[in-house]
């Protein structure tokens, strides 16, 4: 019988898709991390925490269209962020099994998350900056694989769709800047995760 618990920590780069900068969905630029904890409800489903730190930063001179290398703006942030949600495997997986040792799979959590925000402008424009807490939408996908006895390693990236625009300071209402309406933040992680586990259940729950 497999084990039951996992804890792990996640090295890797963080990014974001907004209203400065490039566009790309996976484009680590930034180093981050996480630390998880996850309860194997059965070989095919996990239940999971996860607290991760993750900078972001944009600059328009990176950007891959005109109209923002000619603005020329530029942010930094930085984003904390608990989540909690399910991961699927593909496959049966358990680390004490000869044949049931890898998987794909996906993850779909429900995050709250901190981060600087700008609250006001003064009379000059300048911005007054504040701190802000909100939920996202974190959708991942990933590869984990046993290590070695109890140590597995897992890759992965995670997307999260927020319900703010103002992680990169500007938004259709920002004084002396001229945005493209791109709608709703997107911050990212892709990583790889170290991985211990323990616990050994009288038997894996039924379901799923």
């Given at each position: 019988?497999?084990?039951?618990?996992?804890?792990?920590?996640?090295?890797?780069?963080?990014?974001?898709?907004?209203?400065?900068?490039?566009?790309y969905?996976?484009?680590?630029?930034?180093?981050?991390?996480?630390?998880?904890?996850?309860?194997?409800?059965?070989?095919?489903?996990?239940?999971?925490?996860?607290?991760?730190?993750l900078?972001?930063?944009?600059?328009?001179?990176?950007?891959?269209?005109?109209?923002?290398?000619?603005?020329?703006?530029?942010?930094?942030?930085?984003?904390?962020?608990?989540?909690?949600?399910?991961?699927?495997?593909f496959?049966?997986?358990?680390?004490?099994?000869?044949?049931?040792?890898?998987?794909?799979?996906?993850?779909?959590?429900?995050?709250?998350?901190?981060?600087?925000?700008?609250?006001?402008?003064?009379?000059?424009?300048?911005?007054?900056?504040?701190?802000?807490?909100?939920?996202?939408?974190?959708?991942?996908?990933?590869?984990?694989?046993?290590?070695?006895?109890?140590?597995?390693?897992?890759?992965?990236?995670?997307?999260?769709?927020?319900?703010?625009?103002?992680?990169?300071?500007?938004?259709?209402?920002?004084?002396?800047?001229?945005?493209?309406?791109?709608?709703?933040?997107?911050?990212?992680?892709?990583?790889?995760?170290?991985?211990?586990?323990?616990?050994?259940?009288?038997?894996?729950?039924?379901?799923?």
């Amino acid at each position: 019988m497999g084990q039951v618990h996992e804890i792990g920590v996640s090295f890797g780069g963080s990014n974001y898709v907004g209203d400065i900068g490039n566009n790309y969905f996976i484009y680590p630029n930034k180093p981050a991390g996480a630390l998880f904890y996850k309860f194997n409800w059965n070989p095919r489903v996990a239940l999971r925490g996860t607290y991760s730190f993750l900078p972001i930063e944009g600059d328009d001179a990176k950007a891959d269209t005109n109209f923002r290398n000619i603005r020329n703006i530029n942010f930094s942030n930085t984003i904390h962020e608990l989540a909690v949600g399910i991961e699927y495997n593909f496959y049966e997986y358990d680390v004490s099994s000869s044949d049931k040792s890898w998987t794909p799979y996906i993850l779909l959590e429900l995050a709250g998350y901190n981060y600087t925000n700008v609250t006001s402008h003064s009379s000059t424009g300048s911005p007054i900056f504040g701190n802000k807490s909100s939920i996202a939408l974190p959708l991942g996908i990933g590869f984990k694989s046993k290590l070695y006895r109890k140590l597995a390693f897992a890759i992965e990236t995670k997307f999260r769709y927020t319900f703010v625009d103002d992680l990169d300071f500007v938004n259709n209402s920002t004084p002396n800047v001229n945005v493209e309406g791109t709608g709703n933040d997107w911050y990212m992680f892709t990583g790889f995760s170290l991985i211990y586990t323990f616990g050994r259940p009288a038997c894996y729950k039924d379901g799923f």
